[in-house]
């Protein structure tokens, strides 16, 4: 059972453009969701994360949208570059010590120029 | 400096063959994880490691063991290597809030 279902697998942006990921999750003890971007032959980075009491967080380019009752968050990359260009993956953790991150199965961007 | 690193980068072996990867972490967090991230980028947790103490131990294969010499470290043993090992094996890291920091990976290719 796939806790975190993320959407789409691949996108195809053009340069200046609006970049969306979508996950949704099940597990209502989840309580910090961050995403992680991933250039190949690295490992993940820590892009932008949140947690479920606050409804947007944004980070220059970067925005989570929190939906708590429809149990969704999405990724906004806005004025997508060609360094955007990676793998990105949401991800769900509950707040106990040791647990891990349940990841989405990422979406690989490709922005155009 | 480097926050979560592995060695080796690469590791190309035969089938059969034990190796180990090691992973050193100077965040001075308390938790350590191995994670797994298949051919379709697929990233699973393998084991996480609070203060030295195996807290998760997913379903894994008993070939593979970790060992905590100290909370700095966090080594990936694999015996008997099968085709199906193959893959890259992040190891991480995080306090008490959640975030994790990844290490560059390790690339094990089993022929």
């Known amino acids: 059972q796939q806790q975190v279902k993320q959407s789409p697998q691949s996108l195809i942006v053009q340069k200046g453009g609006i970049s969306i990921i979508n996950c949704a999750y099940e597990?209502?003890?989840?309580?910090?969701f961050p995403w992680y971007q991933q250039f190949p032959g690295k490992g993940p980075a820590l892009l932008i994360a949140i947690r479920p009491d606050v409804s947007e967080k944004k980070e220059g380019r970067f925005t989570i949208s929190f939906n708590k009752s429809a149990k969704q968050f999405s990724l906004h990359i806005m004025d997508s570059q060609p360094g955007d260009s990676a793998t990105y993956f949401c991800a769900a953790i509950t707040n106990q010590a040791g647990t891990a991150l349940i990841f989405g199965k990422g979406t690989t961007l490709s922005v155009s120029s | 400096d480097t926050a979560v690193s592995q060695t080796p980068k690469y590791l190309v072996t035969q089938m059969g063959n034990d190796k180990s990867i090691k992973c050193e972490q100077n965040?001075?967090?308390?938790?350590m994880y191995w994670y797994k991230q298949d051919s379709k980028k697929f990233l699973k947790i393998m084991f996480s490691y609070n203060n030295k103490e195996l807290i998760i131990n997913e379903t894994v294969p008993n070939r593979f063991s970790p060992k905590s010499p100290d909370k700095a470290h966090l080594n990936l043993h694999i015996n008997s290597l099968e085709l199906g090992d193959s893959a890259v094996y992040f190891c991480?890291?995080?306090?008490?809030?959640?975030?994790?920091?990844f290490g560059p990976g390790t690339r094990l290719t089993v022929l």
């Open positions: 597990n209502t003890a989840f309580d910090y």
């Open positions: 965040l001075g967090h308390d938790t």
């Open positions: 991480a890291s995080s306090q008490r809030d959640g975030v994790q920091f």
